[in-house]
């Protein structure tokens, strides 16, 4: 069975403050797929970032970074600088490499960032 | 623009009554889901589809339904069996529906008993 674990339900910031958003999965598999989506107020997930799992290399992209630990089964998330339009709930997911397609979602954190 | 549509965006459901929530694509996807969610809670797999006229049940298929009639549409009826339907639906597709494939979302459709 797959596990996604996003431990923080809410995060409230100030704007141009780092956040860093948890995420830790739990999966047999040795092939697996990490995924991250945001879901802004209008409530259409928007994609974000994939991994698969012979992948540890992070990756930045402008403000945003991740950081993928196999040792420790996480996939962090981290918003520098962070701004009021980051505000949003985002999902850590997880799929495996399976034949039968399914991906589970962690519960989710509500990033709320103040000007 | 190529996207996903889902209406209505908000759907109010009387006691027996059954609605369906619509969800078109025009991405040429192969793959289609619909995911429910409900306050707090991560999205849950109701029914996915990998291609026309054939589809697969999901965590949480009791008290639904689903058509894959045409490729670009998958409608999805909440029927009266579904005792509480209250929740935000989310309909999403992929080109092949394999495991490495982002998903794309609709704007969802929330739906709420009288």
């Known amino acids: 069975a797959q596990k996604v674990t996003q431990a923080q339900t809410e995060i409230s910031v100030v704007e141009k403050e780092d956040v860093t958003l948890d995420c830790v999965y739990e999966t047999r598999d040795t092939t697996y797929y990490l995924f991250w989506y945001k879901q802004p107020p209008s409530g259409e997930l928007v994609f974000l970032i994939r991994?698969?799992?012979?992948?540890?290399q992070n990756e930045i992209s402008g403000r945003y970074s991740w950081n993928f630990q196999k040792s420790t089964s996480s996939f962090n998330f981290t918003i520098t600088a962070s701004q009021v339009v980051d505000s949003a709930v985002y999902f850590c997911?997880?799929?495996?490499?399976?034949?039968?397609?399914?991906?589970?979602f962690g519960k989710g954190t509500l990033l709320t960032v103040n000007p | 623009d190529g996207g996903i549509t889902q209406s209505p965006k908000y759907l109010f459901r009387k006691e027996g009554q059954n609605v369906t929530l619509s969800c078109e694509q025009n991405l040429n996807h192969d793959a289609m889901y619909w995911y429910r969610q409900d306050p707090g809670q991560g999205l849950r797999l109701i029914y996915y589809s990998q291609i026309v006229n054939d589809f697969q049940k999901g965590d949480i298929a009791e008290g639904y339904s689903v058509s894959r009639e045409k490729k670009e549409s998958f409608p999805l009826t909440v029927t009266s069996a579904q005792k509480n339907p209250t929740a935000f639906y989310l309909c999403?597709?992929?080109?092949?529906?394999?495991?490495?494939?982002?998903?794309?979302f609709g704007s969802g459709t929330q739906l709420s008993v009288l």
């Open positions: 991994r698969n799992s012979f992948d540890e």
């Open positions: 999403a597709s992929s080109p092949t529906g394999a495991p490495n494939e982002k998903l794309f």
């Open positions: 997911a997880l799929t495996s490499g399976g034949s039968n397609y399914k991906l589970t």
